[in-house]
């Protein structure tokens, strides 16, 4: 069984830092891509960064271009997104999911998120 | 990276169809058919229902259905039942390797 399981959220202050991480199981990971995508109160979603199944390449939002970084670490089938310079519109619950070329690099699997809330 | 535009509800008796539109641009939506739907049922994760415009993941009801006009894209989910009410979010391809999502539809089964 697939799963994606996200940890590492909390209260931070605006221009702080935060490094949120998904464990995953339930499949090769080395062959995915993975991506964060965040859900702000009340609103849609909103994809922010994907890595490549390699984590050789890396694409972000322009909204947090400069200040998220996306990694990975394949011998332990983990993701990363380190968060800097955070603002309070930052402030969303944090999901990882996986894309799959075999289903147009739909998002076919997520984690049940993690919430970050950016506030003085 | 603008979003795309869903109505931010629809609704429908049990039994009715509803169709929740997608409208995009001719750099994401018209561009690549690489649209896909979500639903997410209150405090849940999204879970996929349509992919590449209007293919159904193995073990998503044949009732959800998605197609796709220039930069418009649009979600049918006929014979309405109580359980699909939740909130149903569309995505495409935006080009170099981003994505750009809609704002999300809240479906209400009266």
């Known amino acids: 069984e697939v799963q994606l399981v996200e940890s590492g959220g909390g209260l931070v202050r605006p221009g702080g830092s935060l490094r949120l991480s998904c464990a995953a199981s339930g499949f090769t990971f080395n062959t995915y891509s993975l991506n964060w995508v965040r859900q702000a109160p009340g609103k849609g979603l909103d994809w922010v960064t994907s890595?490549?199944?390699?984590?050789?390449?890396?694409y972000y939002a322009d909204s947090v271009k400069g200040r998220f970084t996306i990694s990975r670490d394949n011998a332990k089938n983990s993701l990363y997104l380190q968060m800097n310079s955070l603002r309070v519109e930052d402030t969303a619950i944090y999901y990882c999911?996986?894309?799959?070329?075999?289903?147009?690099?739909?998002?076919?699997?997520w984690g049940q998120g993690v919430q970050v809330t950016v506030s003085s | 990276q603008s979003a795309l535009t869903q109505p931010p509800s629809a609704s429908g008796s049990p039994g009715q169809s509803v169709t929740i539109s997608c409208t995009g641009t001719s750099s994401d939506v018209g561009a690549y058919n690489f649209v896909s739907w979500y639903q997410q049922h209150p405090g849940k994760a999204p879970q996929l229902i349509i992919y590449e415009v209007s293919k159904r993941p193995s073990g998503v009801p044949g009732r959800f259905s998605g197609s796709k006009s220039g930069s418009a894209a649009s979600l049918t989910v006929t014979g309405l039942q109580a359980e699909d009410e939740g909130h149903y979010h569309c995505t495409s391809y935006a080009g170099s390797n981003t994505w750009v999502f809609g704002g999300g539809t809240k479906l209400t089964v009266l």
């Open positions: 890595v490549s199944s390699s984590g050789r390449y890396t």
């Open positions: 999911a996986r894309d799959t070329i075999a289903l147009g690099w739909a998002f076919d699997y």
